[in-house]
């Protein structure tokens, strides 16, 4: 039996994560988390095979919890499920040390299919997501400006470039306004632009807004 560990912040998100592993012979769910340090507490406490976890969180973010599971159990496999795209995060996210990316309007079926392929110990990656990692493989400077950010960094950008303002972003990530913004000007002066019209058209042109 495949023990589940899923985390995300939305209940309801975890109530139909918990009904779609039900509904598929050989796993369960064993544990939830609305935040990722109870994600670290409960791995830290507990046995499970599969973590499935959310990108996107209040405080921090689900790379940054992603890079500590990793770093504290390295056998442990990651399934990462975003609301965000495969452009977004899914090059970020496999090179942190997930065994999978998945966005969450995949089919019920693909999920299970990703839980049983990780679980066995081997990487379950769409097409799309291997296209770009062979591109990252033949060359590995990075191809596009917003490849050289952080994560932290990726997840402000991708809120910028969705049109929302700093004090937003502040309260989403649960952050200061005066982080958020020494993260905006790393950002632009990585991507060599001034302004956030600037980030918003690129975000767009490259499908990275939120």
């Not at 560990?5 to 918990?18: E, F």
């Not at 973590?51 to 921090?60: C, E, H, S």
């Not at 452009?87 to 998945?102: D, I, K, P, V």
């Not at 969450?104 to 770009?132: F, H, M, N, Q």
């Amino acid at each position: 039996m495949i023990r589940i560990l899923v985390v995300d912040d939305h209940s309801v998100v975890r109530k139909g994560l918990v009904q779609i592993v039900a509904d598929s012979p050989g796993m369960e769910v064993v544990g939830e988390a609305e935040t990722g340090d109870k994600a670290l507490e409960l791995v830290r406490s507990r046995s499970f095979d599969v973590v499935i976890l959310d990108i996107a969180m209040p405080g921090r973010g689900g790379l940054e919890i992603l890079h500590e599971l990793k770093a504290e159990n390295p056998a442990l496999k990651v399934l990462v499920l975003s609301m965000h795209s495969e452009e977004q995060y899914a090059l970020q996210s496999l090179r942190s040390g997930a065994s999978a990316y998945l966005t969450k309007g995949c089919p019920p079926e693909e999920l299970a299919e990703a839980i049983r392929t990780v679980a066995a110990g081997k990487k379950y990656i769409t097409s799309s997501v291997a296209d770009r990692l062979a591109s990252y493989v033949a060359d590995r400077s990075p191809q596009f400006p917003h490849e050289t950010l952080s994560d932290r960094e990726m997840q402000v950008f991708v809120l910028i470039g969705s049109g929302k303002q700093v004090s937003d972003i502040a309260e989403e990530l649960n952050l200061s306004i005066k982080t958020v913004s020494t993260y905006r000007s790393r950002i632009l002066l990585k991507m060599g632009m001034d302004t956030n019209v600037q980030l918003i058209r690129y975000a767009l042109q490259h499908s990275l807004a939120g």
